[in-house]
């Protein structure tokens, strides 16, 4: 259902359940899903995580079928809304619809995306930090046909990256996204040959991983977390979460650069 290929500091967490139902999220592979993802975060050897949905889909959202059978509206209401549902207080939020996508990682995250990648599953996604699409795949907020809104953050994080106006359309559409389309407009990073997004990603994820990972995880850390603030205000959080990086790691990184480590933009000897 859902496990982890380590490559030194780069994990690949796969989920797969393609022959059931192209990969669409049930309760078991979200928890999995949960899990997979609280380990690597928790884990100090790993660096970056790839998502990717084995068998040549993504992911085709929450499954319907299971949903199917859950019956009457109690037993709805029980099962999915209940047991989804943000606690009050201080609490953290339990996982969202798809497992993950109320997680927030101290690590970066891509997804690889072959195939469908809608409903929840584009959702799924866009919770990832950087996205590279097969030119195969797909976005979509399929579940407009079915009366499912958004519920695991694409309303929230779609506008952020392609603007409210666009995201409006698409999300109120349902239309499908190619992946041209989509990294046309900001929902996707990089377009690839398909069945080729998984190396592409897990290429990326070893180029970011080499990297003294402090400054890595404090610029994210301030991309993140200075969303919407005043500017003055994310000035002060880009310093706070830089200033801790420096002193991690900035003397010696200086000091390889002074001994003629990476002249000239080189990147190929840090």
């Known amino acids: 259902m859902v496990r982890i290929e380590k490559q030194g500091t780069v994990w690949t967490v796969i989920h797969s359940r393609f022959a059931e139902a192209r990969n669409a999220m049930d309760p078991d592979s979200a928890d999995a899903l949960v899990e997979a993802f609280r380990e690597f975060d928790a884990d100090d050897s790993a660096s970056v995580a790839v998502l990717w949905g084995e068998g040549g889909a993504f992911c085709a959202g929450w499954d319907l079928k299971f949903a199917s059978t859950l019956g009457d509206r109690e037993a709805f209401q029980r099962h999915v809304v209940d047991g989804l549902a943000f606690p009050s207080g201080a609490n953290p939020a339990p996982r969202g619809p798809l497992g993950p996508t109320r997680l927030e990682l101290s690590k970066p995250v891509i997804a690889a995306v072959e195939g469908p990648a809608v409903a929840g599953g584009m959702e799924l996604a866009l919770w990832c930090d950087i996205r590279v699409m097969a030119d195969n795949a797909y976005f979509g907020v399929y579940c407009r046909r079915w009366g499912i809104p958004l519920l695991d953050g694409g309303s929230v994080r779609l506008a952020r990256l392609v603007g409210q106006g666009r995201a409006m359309e698409i999300i109120l559409t349902g239309r499908k996204v190619p992946a041209e389309e989509a990294l046309r407009i900001g929902m996707c990073e990089q377009v690839v040959e398909g069945g080729g997004a998984r190396a592409a990603a897990e290429a990326m994820a070893r180029e970011i991983a080499r990297f003294p990972q ?57």
């Open 214 to 270: 402090a400054a890595v995880r404090a610029d994210r850390r301030s991309v993140v977390e200075t969303y919407g603030l005043p500017v003055r205000e994310a000035l002060r959080q880009e310093w706070s979460n830089g200033v801790e990086a420096i002193f991690k790691e900035g003397a010696s990184g200086a000091a390889r650069f002074a001994a003629g480590k990476g002249r000239h933009g080189d990147f190929a000897k840090i």
